[in-house]
């Protein structure tokens, strides 16, 4: 027989004033909130203790929930292992919060920021039906208490499992550093090739400031050429690309480049991420069309591609796309942590809310010359411009730390916050 908490024994006692109820046979007890309907909770420890929660209607929340001492300032990592079903969105309807709280029982913030829960993500490791969820994260300098919640929520029917919690010290994550360039200038327009070349020398200046990725323009084969989108298309990897292969390799270094791809008739407004070895690592085709070049035969793209490079995972979108939030949006859900837009021109209110609304790095190179309207730039989580180019034919670099977790003043963890608060995806028009 496996002991469990008796689920009439679980309603009863949630029911008071305090919204917990008595522990089980653990150091973990149910939690749930005053006035909200309760989830069935059962603690299992055969053949190895395990803790489940049972939604049977919409609006239910419960919690298992367990303190832990920590150490003002120590790093820790937390790992658990989840199993559902039933459960149509895991990462929103079950998920870990740390509540980090002070020797007084208050919630202990970071200094600035408002106190919000952290949150172990989900891993790509798997052992069966269970997945692993972890994260490492520094206690703040006031907490000495750590309440750790494994939360069931947004779900009518539906069943989490979860076992082998463990929080444990840990060190402060190694930092990951890269260096971000724009460019910011317009070709000559002489030709598709002499305009590719063109960036040579602004590519050795950012390769001269140690620059690991370098953004580039939109259509760079097409600008001031008077030529058609058809008339400079090429195959993407084609001779554009081989020729920036070469510069790429010589510096070692990443280039996203705007181009005009042809491909089996169809004509697309593409943008290419080489890399160091000198060939193509991937490309994305501009999903967002605007009448312009729609009417100039270009047509859209139908993916949201990221790359994995040796710092870490670029994606890219191109001018127009900047206005519409489901773009950036999909590629920061497939995990990129820096995107490079080349743009012709367009709002910077947009780019500074792309880069907010999903916590990453926007690197712009745009041919824009009005005040006030798009900037060759690097853009942070926090939406601030970190560095600007302001003459022509110049590049800026910025080093950056992909491993420094961002906290935002009000929200706390904004880009965990994402991944569990967003909402799904709406159906297929």
Known sequence: MRPVVPLFVAWMMVCGTSGTVASPPSQWRPYTLPGVLAPEFEHRTDPEPVWVIRATRWGQYGAWQREYEVEPGRWYEFRIWRRVQGISSPRRSALVELWWQTAQGGRAARPAVVPQPDYPTPTSIRNGPWQL???????????????????????????????????????????RKVRLAAVHFIPPGKSPLENVRSFFPLIEKAAQQKADLVCLGECITYIGTGKSYAEVAEPVPGPSTR???????????????????????????????????????????????????????????????????????????????VHFPEVARGLANRGAEVIAMPIWGGDPRLAQARAIENQIYLLTSTYNTRPNWMVSGIWGPGGQLLAQAHRWGSVVVVEVDLNRRFYHFGFGPFRDRILHERPTWMPTE
Do not use: S
């Not at 907490?143 to 840990?170: E, H, S």
């Not at 510069?247 to 042809?262: F, M, N, R, S, T």
């Not at 729609?294 to 890219?316: A, E, I, L, Q, S």
């Open 243 to 321: 020729l920036l292969g070469q510069v790429a390799k010589k510096h070692d270094l990443y280039i996203v480049v705007g181009l005009v791809e042809q491909d089996q008739g169809a004509i697309y407004n593409t943008a290419a991420l080489i890399g160091p070895e000198g060939k193509l690592v991937g490309k994305y085709r501009k999903l967002c069309v605007p009448t312009g070049e729609n009417t100039g035969g270009v047509v859209p793209g139908n993916d949201y591609p990221v790359f994995r490079t040796r710092f870490g995972t670029v994606g890219m979108m191109i001018c127009w796309d």
């Open 133 to 175: 969820l972890q994260g490492r994260f520094q206690a703040p300098p006031a907490a000495t208490k750590v309440v750790v919640r494994l939360v069931l929520r947004w779900c009518a029917q539906g069943t989490v499992w979860w076992k082998a919690p463990q929080l444990l010290p840990a060190q402060a994550p190694k930092p």
